[in-house]
């Protein structure tokens, strides 16, 4: 006979922390993908990492630069960005508060759990980046969503009164998952509703380098009234085409750099050296190469644009950076049985809802694909809306 199978209870249960972002979590995993599928749903540049960066890798390995950093990152590096966000911010930026962290994501997580504690009050726009909600449940904090005007910039008449009390508001710019810019004035108003509160500021500016507005690019840490309260996320992912890579850095007030480098050094040491050194060349020696993506990006948003207009029943958004577009559509099915229904036509897309229950009623496309991918993922998208219907 075979061994009679029996199942044990957990020997030690698992931390809240884990329940409330369970329960917190809009965050959805896309089914394993087929060599059929066309992919629009990856908010992943498809271009290689440019060729300077991945031989100073290899260049930095060579000369067995191989052994743990300083666990701030290394100060070339630190020095390169301090004089590349002193000409962003307006302002001197010293190199000792900046934290090179694993990534854009890990800045995130040691940000906001180095600010928030348990009952903190923090507001997100809706819809926003996912992984802010669930950072936030990790810390244990309350998570305040405010609706975005019909033009998905801020309501800023909803955003005061939810900011009251607040501390902290996280937002990112351009914006994922609408591609939205918020402009200069927008920032400036922020910064009025702030004046005189003791709130803190993310302000998550990974696409910064993609901007098709043809205005100077705002960021948070140009405007007075906001600059002295933020923490500044930056990524080497999206502008370099990084993403694999796992490296990204912080700047802010030196009190919560401190407080961030404690929790990043806690959760993850310090970042490879020699990745580092990519990086580094990446800031000395990629201007060109982001130039050229960014065009192509601009491009191909505009490929997109075209091919959904024809389809009906979609109302289009007006991304101004980034690479995503977030159409609305008329069915009235939740955005998780429309995503499924779309990828057994063979395109993936993600559903609106997982950025925020505002997102509801949206797709998130993502047109960091190749045009061919592009053209033939909207067919794939049209076929399976008119299906729906």
Not at 46 to 53: A, E, L
Not at 74 to 103: F, N
Not at 116 to 124: A, E, I, Q, S, Y
Not at 228 to 250: D, H, I, N, P
Request: net charge negative; proline share 7%; with cysteine.
């Amino acid at each position: 006979m075979p061994p009679t199978i029996t199942t044990q209870p957990p020997l030690f249960g698992t931390a809240d922390a884990v329940a409330r972002i369970a329960a917190a979590s809009r965050r959805t995993q896309q089914p394993q993908s087929r060599s059929d599928l066309v992919s629009l749903a990856m908010g992943e540049p498809d271009f290689d990492t440019p060729q300077k960066v991945t031989e100073a890798a290899e260049a930095s390995l060579r000369t067995g630069r191989t052994h743990y950093s300083p666990l701030l990152g290394e100060p070339a590096l630190r020095e390169a960005l301090a004089t590349k966000l002193t000409a962003t911010a307006g302002a001197p930026v010293s190199a000792s508060d900046i934290l090179i962290t694993q990534g854009g994501t890990a800045g995130l997580a040691a940000s906001i759990l180095g600010i928030v504690n348990p009952g903190d009050k923090v507001v997100v726009p809706d819809p926003t980046y996912s992984l802010y909600g669930d950072l936030v449940a990790m810390a244990g904090g309350t998570v305040v969503p405010v609706p975005l005007a019909p033009d998905l910039h801020w309501d800023l008449d909803r955003l005061a009164d939810a900011l009251t009390g607040a501390k902290l508001f996280v937002f990112c710019n351009p914006v994922n998952p609408t591609g939205i810019v918020h402009s200069r004035e927008e920032l400036a108003a922020l910064a009025d509703l702030l004046d005189s509160t003791p709130t803190l500021v993310i302000a998550d500016e990974a696409y910064a380098d993609l901007d098709y507005t043809g205005r100077p690019f705002t960021s948070a840490i140009s405007v007075d009234g906001l600059r002295e309260r933020t923490v500044y996320c930056q990524t080497f992912s999206k502008s370099y085409a990084m993403t694999g890579w796992r490296v990204g850095y912080l700047w802010g007030p030196a009190a919560l750099i401190q407080a961030s480098a404690r929790i990043h050094n806690t959760f993850n040491g310090s970042v490879n050296t020699f990745i580092q050194d990519a990086a580094l060349a990446a800031v000395n020696s990629c201007d060109e190469d982001v130039a050229r993506m960014r065009a192509a990006y601009q491009e191909r948003g505009e490929i997109m644009r075209r091919e959904l207009a024809t389809i009906p029943g979609l109302t289009l958004s007006a991304p101004e950076g980034a690479f995503y577009q977030f159409p609305r559509y008329d069915l009235d099915l939740p955005s998780v049985e429309v995503v499924a229904a779309l990828r057994a036509q063979g395109v993936a897309v993600r559903p609106g809802s997982e950025f925020g229950a505002q997102g509801e009623g949206h797709l998130r496309l993502s047109y960091a694909a190749s045009p061919q991918s592009i053209t033939e993922g909207i067919r794939r998208l049209a076929n399976g809306l008119s299906a729906l219907r």
